[in-house]
């Protein structure tokens, strides 16, 4: 096996790699701040790697206490996968972050998981902050590309009431952009619920772009006037449409 110590923390490699695997790789470190500048905490993370050359199988788990790595800090962070690549190949996981930050915005609790085959699985999330929640279930399929839906999501702020998907929105992933169709929200604050509906569309590169269009119907405006923006009393509801742009 192969070992590399800096401090306190440790590397350790093990095993074989030909036409099947065999390999095992373990890191542990108590002390986070041995590694650089602008790190802190402890961690330790291992991966299994087993199968075949066309079909392999890689399991991986991580922990870590008090981590910070820059702005970015998390009290408690948990996470395990398991998947088996190839034809037919499927997934699971589950990431839990406990009392994270990330510069002046704070996040108590996020936790996601993942679960099917890699061209079939369903992805369920929660993220709970001081402004608010956030819950939500996606299936869908990667092949080149993550090609799916969300089937159901929850989104309660402090300042703005309950928000809940109205159908299913298409949403396509790529190493090269992402759209989102058909995003629509119902507010369930007020007796007359009104709506929001989103398109959203972007590109990464050289050429990135981004552009988000929509509507909304019955938009309650008396929670604005709540949210202490230094503007005079807002009532009614507002009905429009949008389109914004940029790169």
């Not at 969300?150 to 790529?174: H, I, K, N, R, V």
């Not at 938009?219 to 949210?227: D, K, R, T, Y």
Request: glycine share 12%; charged share 20%; with cysteine.
């Amino acid at each position: 096996g192969l070992e590399l110590m800096l401090g306190e923390s440790l590397l350790h490699i093990q095993g074989r790699v030909d036409n099947d695997f065999g390999l095992d790789v373990e890191f542990t470190s108590p002390d986070l701040s041995q590694l650089g500048a602008g790190l802190e905490g402890n961690l330790s993370a291992y991966s299994q790697i087993r199968g075949s050359r066309e079909e392999p199988i890689i399991e991986l788990s991580a922990a870590g206490q008090n981590i910070v790595a820059g702005k970015v800090a998390a009290s408690k962070l948990d996470g395990t996968l398991l998947l088996t690549a190839g034809e037919g190949g499927a997934i699971e996981g589950k990431v839990s972050v406990t009392d994270s930050s990330m510069g002046d915005y704070n996040v108590s609790l996020v936790d996601v998981s993942v679960d099917g085959k890699i061209a079939e699985h369903t992805i369920q999330g929660s993220l709970e902050t001081e402004l608010g929640a956030l819950s939500f279930a996606a299936t869908g399929g990667y092949d080149e590309r993550w090609l799916g839906s969300f089937s159901s999501l929850e989104l309660l702020l402090q300042d703005y009431g309950s928000w809940t998907l109205q159908q299913q929105a298409a949403l396509e992933l790529s190493v090269n952009g992402f759209q989102l169709d058909d995003f629509c929200l119902t507010n369930t604050r007020h007796d007359n619920s009104g709506s929001v509906c989103l398109f959203l569309e972007g590109s990464v590169g050289e050429a990135s772009s981004w552009s988000v269009n929509g509507s909304f119907d019955r938009f309650a405006l008396q929670p604005i006037s709540e949210m202490d923006l230094g503007l005079p009393p807002l009532n009614g509801s507002l009905d429009g449409t949008f389109d914004v742009r940029g790169d």
